[in-house]
């Protein structure tokens, strides 16, 4: 195969390989001879285009002519411009269909006394403010032996906590207190300066108000008031070491999984291979009574009304309407147009505009009905396909995914990325030659629907499930063996 059509109605179709100038491509019934290189990923049209008419890709518009386009051009930036401009109004048209049952299947897990599933069982060190980094870094760092049930130690540094106000103070006060009640922490040390904004008596106050404070597998350090605050953290970890060697994996049905979706380093393969096998992954999840949480609402611009059509009732459509527009004014009011995106790396794999993006990017929530909308920094409560408040930025929205409950993100790329989140972050690649080239980044490829004879999405969707179900019963992630774990908390403020 040399190039695929995506869907029947589209005028452009996707080079599955690097084509030239002049050579004649078969698309379906039809011939295509090119005026000019193709590179691999890239669009080409399949009929004559006039100026500003709308180009179809996956059946939706992903923009309009800039220029005449004549059947065979490449199809980029050069010729093509968004649709896309501010805020919108919506009609609610429900769309959704019913979900093929699965065969219910189960992990091997960390059942907590709230009666949460976790797919790790490590001890997580957590600073209240960047004052505190050094002393968890340093503390996570020299922790020696574990017990064999005990996955790990690990900090999450970060800027925040102290010099900030307003919404900002608040989304990190929120974001710390989900994840020190995440499931994949059997115990929790949280330590503070002393003299920062985000006071730990006030933050303790938090914890009690989100019905999370848990003495057990809680413990609490403010370095000013100790005289060694290396020998007291010591002392409190190893506590919170004994706490999580409580804990024994056991069978759990996957109906407890909470999986977050993400795309980064996307390509023109991401929309046709990798963020489809995530979507086929959420609706076999779903079915079997499990929950999937789909982020980055920016990437959702120029696609979202195939999300709001699927909203289970009235209710969610309109939370969802709120969530984009929103989303919208926020760039609106920082005077940035709401289309700066795709990012120089997407366009150069082929992705061309934001439609063309987010058209491929919202695929990972398959086809399930809306069952949410989840506010920044709050954590899930329906089973079922949620979408999250947070950017399209990488490192933001893996840590508002994991501070919303998920224990294990699937993260696409097409280009490549090992970033990773708390929780295990897996890496799924547009196409094989990734996969290759980049093993130690890279946990599973989707690039077999393209390049592999007979090898279709049912087929792919099974040997994915298994391999997910596999990570969560406790084999490393390649994010886990390069301790790739990193937490960034959404910025909007002034810092004093």
Known sequence: MKALQVHPRDDVAVAVQGLSDGETVTVGDREITLRADVPRGHKFALRNIEE???????????????AAIAAGDHVHVHNTKTGLSGVEEYSYKPKNQSLKNKLTRSFQGYRRPNGKAGVRNEVWIIPLSGCANHTSKSLADNVGELPEN???????????????????????????AALADHPNAGAVLMISL???????????????????????????????????????????????????????REEIPASEL?????????????????????GAFSDDLISQGGTTILTEVPEMFGAETILMDRAMDTSVFNKTVELINNFKEYFLRH?????????????????????????????????A????????????????????????????????LAAAGAQLILFTTGRGNPLGAPVPSIKVASNNELAQRKKHWIDFSAGDLVEEEGCTMD????????????????????????????????????IL
């Open 459 to 494: 087929i792919l969707e099974e040997r994915f499930m298994n391999s997910i179900l596999e990570h969560a019963s406790g084999k490393k992630t390649r994010n886990e063996e390069n301790n790739n774990r990193e937490i960034a908390i959404f910025k909007d403020g002034v």
């Open 335 to 367: 005077n940035q147009v709401v289309y700066e995106n795709p990012s120089p790396g997407n366009k150069k794999g082929g992705i061309t505009t934001l439609e063309d993006k987010s058209l491929g990017c919202t695929q990972k929530g398959g086809d």
């Open 258 to 278: 909470i999986v977050g979706l993400k795309c980064g380093g996307s390509d023109g393969f991401s929309g046709l291979t990798a963020n489809p096998l995530l």
């Open 52 to 66: 500003q008419e709308k180009i179809i890709k996956y059946g939706y518009p992903i923009g309009k002519a800039v």
């Open 369 to 400: 009905p809306v069952v949410d909308v989840i506010a920044y920094g709050n954590q899930v409560k329906a089973k079922g396909l949620n979408l999250l408040q947070g950017p399209g930025n990488d490192i933001v929205s893996i840590t508002t």
């Open 150 to 176: 005990v996955d790990g130690v690990f900090a999450f540094p970060h800027p925040y906590g102290c010099s900030q106000l307003g919404d900002d103070h608040e989304w990190t006060r929120i974001i710390l």
């Open 194 to 248: 002393g003299c920062e904004n985000n006071q730990m008596d006030t933050f303790i106050e938090l914890l009690k108000a989100r019905g999370v404070y848990d003495e057990e597998r809680m413990r609490f350090m403010i370095t000013q008031d100790v005289d060694n605050e290396i020998e007291t953290g010591e002392t409190l970890l190893k506590e919170c070491i004994d706490q999580a060697a409580s804990f024994h």
